[in-house]
């Protein structure tokens, strides 16, 4: 297995626009998690998934914010519009029954 | 809601020297996971090492290895035989029973010194 593939790896985007990062959890993985690494607040959760369903949404910062998991292969998070305090590496990560993570290797987003 | 600490924010080690790096959390759960996870320049975020709440034994991973003190809610790792390639950041990560999601510390950045 190629392992979680996160697309692109760095984004470079005006403040405003739309910026959609996306996802491919591994094979057979049931649970897909969406984390945000800053300086100032380290890895925080956005949201997670289980078998699709968007479970917790709790850590995404605003409306501006939204993700999707159209099915068990994909999964993307936007934003719109997005902000210069948007700028982060975004992780996605996938589990099979909550335990042993895989972490894709992130997207940098920075917000001009 | 279970927090974690990370109280070094930096560090440092000498080549073949030995460091430890702590983290702490709060929870008020018994049946939990502790984990630790090593991020390199590369950003690729690594399992280092796994301990069961349940387990009274430390885990041990080769040159790493834990000091898990379930009362203190205490959770530090041991680099024995530190090398370069040991430089990144370094994140307690906690999960609880059930279904609920990894909570992370703020990380420590280790540097090991030539």
């Known amino acids: 297995d190629a392992g979680v593939i996160q697309s692109p790896r760095h984004e470079v985007t005006e403040m405003g626009q739309e910026v959609t990062l996306r996802c491919k959890p591994i094979?057979?993985?049931?649970?897909l998690f969406w984390y945000r690494q800053t300086m100032m607040r380290g890895l925080e959760l956005l949201i997670y998934?289980?078998?699709?369903?968007?479970i917790d949404d709790s850590g995404m910062p605003e409306d501006r914010f939204s993700a999707k998991m159209p099915n068990a292969s994909f999964s993307t998070l936007k934003i719109q519009p997005s902000e210069p305090r948007d700028s982060a590496v975004y992780f996605c990560?996938?589990?099979?029954w909550g335990l042993g993570y895989t972490f894709g290797s992130g997207t940098r987003l920075t917000v001009v | 809601a279970q927090t974690v600490t990370q109280s070094q924010p930096e560090m440092s080690v000498q080549e073949a020297e030995t460091v430890t790096l702590s983290c702490t959390y709060d929870?008020?759960?018994?049946?939990?996971?502790l984990f630790w996870y090593k991020q390199p320049p590369s950003r690729q975020m690594i399992l280092v090492i796994r301990q069961e709440a349940y387990k009274q034994q430390n885990a041990t991973e080769n040159r790493f290895s834990v000091n898990f003190q379930k009362a203190a809610k205490s959770f530090s790792l041991k680099i024995s035989d530190s090398q370069l390639g040991d430089a990144a950041m370094y994140f307690c990560a906690y999960k609880g029973s059930g279904n609920t999601p990894l909570v992370f510390g703020k990380g420590t950045r280790l540097s090991v010194i030539a």
């Open positions: 998934f289980n078998n699709n369903v968007p």
């Open positions: 990560a996938s589990s099979f």
């Open positions: 929870t008020s759960e018994s049946d939990y996971y």
């Open positions: 094979s057979g993985h049931d649970y």
